[in-house]
């Protein structure tokens, strides 16, 4: 059975930073492609960011780049996302999503319960 366990979320003052984790089980982390998404209240929900599985290549949605960091350690089953100056537009409630596939193009095929970051002063 697939899981996906985020953490690290909580509440921050602009420019401050987080750190999200997200333990994966069930499956062979190291063969998906795997990522992160996000709602905001009101919103539909949009991708974050995304590491492939074969040549850990990385992307990232435009108002989140040169600011967050994905990565993942397979050996841990674990990916990780570095959010650096924060701003009150990232609050929302962010998921860990699974790729049906070793790339980020694969469908969507897991997703975690989510864990909140709020970004106010």
């Known amino acids: 059975q697939v899981q996906l366990v985020e953490s690290g979320g909580g509440s921050v003052q602009p420019g401050g930073s987080l750190r999200l984790s997200c333990v994966a089980s069930?499956?062979?982390?190291?063969?998906?492609?795997i990522g992160w998404s996000r709602q905001a209240p009101g919103k539909e929900r949009e991708g974050v960011s995304c590491i492939s599985s074969t040549d850990g290549k990385t992307y990232y949605a435009d108002s989140v780049k040169g600011r967050f960091t994905i990565s993942r350690d397979n050996a841990k089953n674990t990916v990780y996302l570095q959010m650096n100056s924060l701003k009150p537009e990232d609050t929302a409630v962010y998921y860990c999503?699974?790729?049906?596939?070793?790339?980020?193009?694969?469908?969507?095929?897991?997703w975690g319960q989510g864990t909140q970051v709020t970004v106010s002063s």
């Open positions: 069930g499956f062979t982390l190291g063969n998906y492609a």
């Open positions: 999503v699974t790729r049906s596939g070793s790339t980020c193009f694969n469908r969507v095929a897991n």
